[in-house]
């Protein structure tokens, strides 16, 4: 059984520390020096149900997940700006009218 400590990467071994380390913001990975794993972690899920209360959910930036890196977006606003002329969809707009 693999030691929950550490992950698979590419076939070598990889303490969670140094994935933690690599994948923070400074100033959160300076908090996760100070503290250290076991400490860091408290205050992490600590805040992270603090601003759950406050009507938030703190999701990780993933490829695979489905709410999009606002960064980002932000990064590629030309595709955002510009109207598209929808090819291909008709948008059948009196009709929609007639529905409000």
Do not use: C
Not at 35 to 46: M, N, R
Not at 77 to 100: A, C, M, P, Y
């Amino acid at each position: 059984m693999q030691d929950v400590r550490n992950i698979t990467t590419g076939g070598k071994m990889h303490s969670i520390k140094h994935k933690i380390a690599k994948d923070l913001e400074p100033l959160v990975y300076i908090i996760f020096k100070i503290t250290g794993l076991k400490y860091f972690l408290k205050i992490l899920f600590g805040f992270f149900h603090v601003v759950e209360k406050l009507g938030y959910h703190i999701t990780l930036n993933h490829s695979y997940s489905p709410i999009p890196d606002t960064g980002e977006l932000r990064k590629n606003s030309d595709i955002w700006d510009r109207e598209s002329t929808l090819t291909g969809i008709d948008l059948n707009i009196e009709v929609q009218k007639f529905h409000l």
